[in-house]
């Protein structure tokens, strides 16, 4: 075969959008506020294992998978760093990198005003 026979495939990752914006979730009966990251564009397969979400050095404390395995989203309770890429895995072992640029700048924010008064919030400013 010669090298000039050859056809590179589309990488499928190219695919994968990022959504991030600051939502309140119920955690033990108490409103929190985490940043979901919201991964599209891939194929997010349940499986026994926890998933996990890793940006920079910073894990997400939890990963839902869409029920029909297309969407992933991840909930940090930590400030995100600025990063170029997110990486997806199960119980500690990274399955993909997705070359993602995350801007934490670009989080869609929560209006604090609007938030109950016993709502634990680690990114309060």
Do not use: C, Q
């Not at 990022?18 to 349940?46: A, C, N, Q, Y």
Request: proline letters at 9%.
């Amino acid at each position: 075969m010669d090298a000039k026979e050859l056809v590179r495939l589309p990488d499928p990752r190219e695919k994968v959008r990022i959504e991030m914006h600051e939502v309140v979730r119920d955690v033990s009966g108490k409103p929190h506020v985490f940043i979901r990251v919201r991964l599209t564009g891939w194929h997010f397969p349940h499986r026994g294992l926890e998933p996990f979400l890793v940006i920079g050095d910073v894990v997400s404390r939890r990963v839902i998978i869409d029920r029909d395995e297309l969407a992933a989203n991840a909930y940090f309770d930590r400030p995100l760093p600025a990063a170029k890429r997110a990486s997806f895995g199960y119980g500690n072992i990274i399955e993909v990198d997705f070359d993602l640029p995350i801007e934490p700048e670009r989080i869609a924010l929560l209006d604090r005003a609007r938030l109950p008064r016993e709502t634990i919030d680690p990114f309060r400013r």
